[in-house]
């Protein structure tokens, strides 16, 4: 009898110890894992706009997007799917939130060409875009990034943009001989 206490008594021992040291396992890997699938593709972004040249009705801009992979892991970007467009907002806009519903005035794919871009982990890349505007026209511009990961992650950034007012221009039409793209106005 005795034999048989201390042979059930090892097998409880051998299972107490697979189980704990399962949920040892679990309790110390689990977070870590889930932590690292969860932060997998972080990117995080700051869109700005320069106003490049200017004549009598267009206004050249660059929009500039600088992104930042905070994350600990390469994210891979859908170059097919990445924009910036550019939506004209109407003149009398209601009181009210401010929404861009619109069909997109001009899209720019600034990724076009390249079968892949990947933003390593812990790093900026900038990027740019051009478009020829209309002066004095409020403009919604958004700037989409799209990971090429199996649940599709999307990161938007936005600007609301008019052409400031430039000393020149107040009371007066720009001179005929100022050339398109004569200097850079900030």
Same mark, same amino acid.
């Given at each position: 009898? !005795?034999?048989?206490?201390?042979?059930?008594?090892?097998?409880?021992?051998?299972?107490?110890? =697979?189980?704990?040291?399962?949920?040892?396992?679990?309790?110390?890997?689990?977070?870590?894992?889930?932590?690292?699938?969860?932060?997998?593709?972080?990117? !995080?972004?700051? =869109?700005?706009? @320069?106003?490049?040249?200017? !004549?009598?009705?267009?206004?050249?801009?660059?929009?500039?997007?600088?992104?930042?992979?905070?994350?600990?892991?390469?994210?891979?970007?859908?170059?097919? +799917?990445?924009?910036?467009?550019?939506?004209?907002?109407? +003149?009398?806009?209601?009181?009210?939130?401010?929404?861009?519903?619109?069909?997109?005035?001009?899209?720019?794919?600034?990724?076009?060409?390249? @079968?892949?871009?990947?933003?390593?982990?812990?790093?900026?890349?900038?990027?740019?875009?051009?478009?020829?505007?209309?002066?004095?026209?409020?403009?919604? =511009?958004?700037?989409?990034?799209?990971?090429?990961?199996?649940?599709?992650?999307?990161?938007?950034?936005?600007?609301?943009?008019? @052409?400031? !007012?430039?000393?020149?221009?107040?009371?007066?039409?720009?001179?005929? +001989?100022?050339?398109?793209?004569?200097?850079? @106005?900030?």
């Amino acid at each position: 009898m !005795d034999t048989t206490l201390q042979g059930l008594y090892h097998v409880a021992m051998i299972v107490a110890a =697979i189980v704990g040291g399962f949920s040892v396992c679990l309790k110390w890997l689990y977070p870590v894992w889930r932590n690292d699938y969860t932060n997998a593709e972080c990117l !995080d972004g700051d =869109i700005s706009v @320069e106003t490049i040249g200017t !004549d009598r009705s267009n206004v050249v801009i660059s929009v500039k997007a600088v992104w930042n992979n905070r994350g600990n892991f390469a994210v891979f970007l859908n170059t097919h +799917e990445c924009s910036v467009s550019v939506t004209e907002l109407p +003149e009398n806009l209601p009181v009210g939130i401010v929404s861009a519903n619109a069909t997109p005035l001009l899209r720019h794919n600034p990724l076009e060409g390249r @079968e892949k871009y990947v933003l390593e982990p812990k790093t900026s890349k900038p990027l740019r875009s051009h478009f020829a505007l209309l002066r004095g026209k409020f403009y919604w =511009i958004q700037w989409q990034m799209v990971s090429m990961h199996k649940k599709r992650f999307v990161w938007r950034r936005d600007i609301v943009w008019k @052409e400031p !007012d430039l000393p020149s221009q107040q009371g007066t039409e720009l001179k005929s +001989e100022t050339s398109f793209f004569a200097g850079t @106005e900030r």
